[in-house]
């Protein structure tokens, strides 16, 4: 198994360049589905987010924890989004555990697309740690094309997250995605390449 730390600030591109991996013949691990799993009805952390930010997180009738209203008050409360990651972290980092040791005896490209992996002990399980990069323009444009967030929501959310240039002096290998589609796919290829001949010149 050859582990790849996929990370990078909202609106970079993670998650379309870890599903450009996948075709490529990566193992994905998302950590974003794995915290959406733990928040289904009725987990511990469900009961744990519902303790700490109140019933008015909860979507009627499903149950769902509401992820955009919590977002809104995490991401404008550091001490409400250190409240969240207190409980979803460990549900999170457990799952992750658990999807490497299934690959563990695997010769797999494992890449494990995660927002906070320099920030966190899961830099310590990664072989390589590639980030995205693109300009706060196109990020923005990207989010409000893609997801529809207004402008001060994005800057909530990009104030909260570490700053790009510490990403980017962690990184084995930067994606540049300021580009078309196109070129990110011929960026897929190149790193795919690459990340093959890493793990098979591995001693």
Same mark, same amino acid.
């Given at each position: 198994?050859?582990?790849?730390?996929?990370?990078?600030?909202?609106?970079?591109?993670?998650?379309?360049?870890?599903?450009?991996?996948?075709?490529?013949?990566?193992?994905?691990?998302?950590?974003?589905?794995?915290?959406?799993?733990? !928040?289904?009805?009725?987990?511990?952390?469900?009961?744990?987010?519902?303790?700490?930010?109140?019933?008015?997180?909860?979507?009627?009738?499903?149950?769902?924890?509401?992820?955009?209203?919590?977002?809104?008050?995490?991401?404008?409360?550091?001490?409400?989004?250190?409240?969240?990651?207190?409980?979803?972290?460990?549900?999170?980092?457990?799952?992750?555990?658990?999807?490497?040791?299934?690959?563990?005896?695997?010769?797999?490209?494992?890449?494990?697309?995660?927002?906070?992996?320099?920030?966190?002990?899961?830099?310590?399980?990664?072989?390589?740690?590639?980030?995205?990069?693109?300009?706060?323009?196109?990020?923005?444009?990207?989010?409000?094309?893609?997801?529809?967030?207004?402008?001060?929501?994005?800057?909530?959310?990009?104030?909260?997250?570490?700053?790009?240039?510490?990403?980017?002096?962690?990184?084995?290998?930067?994606?540049?995605?300021?580009?078309?589609?196109?070129?990110?796919?011929?960026?897929?290829?190149?790193?795919?390449?690459? !990340?093959?001949? !890493?793990?098979?010149?591995?001693?």
């Amino acid at each position: 198994m050859f582990v790849v730390g996929l990370t990078g600030g909202i609106g970079t591109g993670k998650s379309t360049f870890a599903a450009l991996l996948l075709e490529r013949g990566a193992q994905v691990i998302d950590a974003d589905a794995l915290g959406r799993d733990a !928040l289904r009805p009725g987990a511990p952390a469900w009961h744990s987010v519902v303790d700490q930010f109140g019933h008015e997180v909860v979507v009627h009738p499903s149950m769902e924890i509401d992820r955009k209203r919590v977002a809104e008050i995490v991401f404008s409360n550091p001490e409400a989004l250190k409240a969240l990651n207190a409980i979803v972290h460990p549900t999170i980092f457990k799952a992750v555990a658990d999807e490497l040791d299934r690959l563990r005896s695997s010769n797999e490209i494992v890449v494990l697309d995660a927002a906070l992996i320099v920030e966190t002990a899961l830099v310590d399980v990664c072989d390589v740690v590639i980030v995205m990069d693109s300009t706060n323009e196109e990020r923005i444009r990207r989010l409000q094309r893609d997801r529809g967030m207004s402008l001060t929501d994005i800057r909530a959310r990009m104030t909260s997250q570490t700053d790009p240039e510490f990403l980017l002096g962690r990184a084995d290998i930067v994606v540049n995605n300021a580009g078309t589609t196109e070129d990110l796919a011929l960026e897929a290829d190149r790193v795919w390449q690459q !990340l093959v001949e !890493l793990r098979d010149s591995r001693p």
